[in-house]
Each structure stands twice: as structure tokens, then as C-alpha cells.
């Protein structure tokens, strides 16, 4: 399993590291045996994989829920829990409540929390101070949508530009361990990377973040309707369960499945004998 040292040696060394979000056992099995460096229990799952229709809904209970499910799935890989709408924003006791029960319920390695507000990096840095790793999440904070006026790229004029670095910067003093920077045009990422000690992890950030996380069913192009301009498709796997599912259903309904190789047997004669 990375550590936090070895992440922030990565950047260094100038080694790329690679995240994906997981939401279940299976995919986190899978996910761990390719051999990605972190895995994100992201409240993308509200979309993804429970259908809500924004981030907005996910509960500290759904990613609990979820959560422990990934860690179970990847016991030997970095597993970062997304602190879910609301539950940072009551007060600092109630964010504190809420982290330790992520925490302690999951086995998680660190927490994500979005945006750098005064009671946020106040947040990171109690957190840190408690033990808990914590990720930052600057540019498009999707629990953040309705205030943002949609999903769109941040930091392109001069007031936000400097906005964002100026909380990348909060968030490192903070005690961030480090920063996901969501659809930020790609100099202004590499602005921010080059000026941290901690490292980048980029979505939709262009190739000069230190690391690169994407959501799991975009890669896989598993079960989603719509996929943003910054992902990179390597793979149709809606495709082949649709088929497979289709090809099951007409094999039950032609009879062509169960086999004789799909079933079991018992003495004929036995039956016989209790029926009569
Ligand atoms: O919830 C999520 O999947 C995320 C990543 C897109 C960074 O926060
Ligand atoms: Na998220």
C-alpha cells in the first residue's frame, strides 16, 4: 500500500500517480490488481452507481455503506473516502463526528473534502492534526453545482485564476496531503502543481498534474449515458453486459440454457420410489 510519504516522494521523482474511484467490492478487487496507486470511494457513486441525480443526495451513511465495501474489495491499496454534501459545512464538531465515523466504519486511509472555505481548511488541518490524511478538491466541486450554475470548467478569468491558487496554497498549509484540481484549463494547473510540495491529481487538468484519477464506469464506459469531453474511453464493458444479458435472455427463451452441464442429478430411481 502507498503512504502518504511515498506519494509526496512521487511527485518528486516525478512519477505519475494513478487514481480511480471505486464503488464496490468488485470493482475495487479489480481495481487493485491493476495496480493503481488510490483508490477514491468518490460521492460521484450518487450518479454513478445509485442514480441520483446529483452528488447532492449521497449521505455519510451511503458512502459508509459503500465504502467499507471498497476496502474489503482492496485491502493492500490507499483508499480515499469523499466527505459527502453537508457533512463539513454544520459546524466543525459535526464535520469531526463525521469523519471519525467514515473513518473508523471503513478502514479508509484518508478523507476528500471540496472547496477551501474557512471552516474547511480549519477542517484539514484538526483532521491532519487527528491522524486522518486529508485530499483536497479545488476547481468544479460538483456538490457545489447549483452556486457553480452547472458542470463547467473553473479558473479561466483572472479573479478566479488566482482564487484557486491562492486556496491550493490554504489547503497545503492546511496539512492537505493533496489536491484534486477538477476541469482547470491546463496551464493554470501546471501553475499550481509546479508551486506545491503536495501533490496534483487531475481531472479534466491536462497531462502536468502529478497524478490522474478518473471515474470508474467512464473508463469502462459501464452504465453511463454521458461521457465529458476529458475522459479517456478504454473500454465497452455496457456493451458486452448488454449482449451477454441479451444472449442469456435468448437462451432461456429458445431453451438453450440450462445444459445438461448446468444441472444436477439424482437417482431416478429413488424419485421413483417416494412418488409412487
Ligand atoms: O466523486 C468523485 O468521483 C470525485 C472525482 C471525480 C475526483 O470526486
Ligand atoms: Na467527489
Do not use: W
Not at 457513486?45 to 467499507?68: A, C, F, N, P, R
Not at 466527505?83 to 464535520?95: G, N, Q, R, Y
Not at 473553473?154 to 486556496?167: E, F, P
Amino acid at each position: 500500500m502507498k503512504t502518504t510519504i511515498q506519494l509526496k516522494e512521487m511527485k518528486r521523482n516525478n512519477e505519475k500517480i494513478t487514481m480511480v474511484t471505486a464503488y464496490d467490492f468488485p470493482s475495487a478487487k479489480l481495481a487493485e490488481q491493476a495496480e493503481v496507486d488510490m483508490l477514491l470511494v468518490g460521492d460521484s457513486l450518487g450518479m454513478v452507481v445509485l442514480g441520483y441525480q446529483s452528488t447532492i443526495e449521497v449521505t455519510v451513511e451511503d458512502m459508509i455503506h459503500h465504502g467499507k465495501s471498497v476496502t474489503r474489495g482492496a485491502p493492500s491499496t490507499f483508499v480515499v473516502i469523499d466527505m459527502p454534501f453537508m457533512s463539513c459545512h454544520l459546524s466543525l464538531e459535526k464535520a469531526m463526528e463525521h469523519a471519525q465515523k467514515i473513518m473508523q466504519l471503513t478502514n479508509a486511509q484518508a478523507l476528500k473534502v471540496e472547496g477551501a472555505s474557512p471552516l474547511i481548511l480549519e477542517l484539514v488541518e484538526r483532521l491532519t492534526m487527528a491522524g486522518v490524511p486529508v485530499i483536497g478538491h479545488l476547481g468544479l466541486t460538483p456538490q457545489s453545482v447549483n452556486v457553480l450554475g452547472g458542470y463547467r470548467v473553473q479558473g479561466k478569468d483572472r479573479d478566479s485564476a488566482r482564487q484557486l491558487i491562492t486556496n491550493a496554497n490554504n489547503l497545503e498549509k492546511a496539512g492537505a496531503i493533496s489536491i484534486v484540481l477538477e476541469c482547470v484549463p491546463y496551464q493554470l494547473a501546471k501553475h499550481i502543481t509546479d508551486q506545491l510540495s503536495i501533490p496534483t491529481i487531475g481531472i479534466g487538468a491536462g497531462a502536468e498534474c502529478d497524478g490522474q484519477v478518473l471515474v470508474y464506469h467512464d473508463i469502462l464506459q459501464y452504465g453511463v449515458e454521458f461521457t465529458p469531453a476529458f475522459v479517456k474511453k478504454y473500454a465497452e464493458v455496457g456493451k458486452i453486459t448488454k449482449d451477454a444479458i441479451a444472449k442469456y435472455c435468448a437462451d432461456v427463451k429458445a431453451q438453450q440454457f440450462p445444459g445438461n452441464s448446468h444441472r444436477f442429478t439424482m437417482d431416478s430411481s429413488l424419485l421413483n420410489e417416494i412418488t409412487g
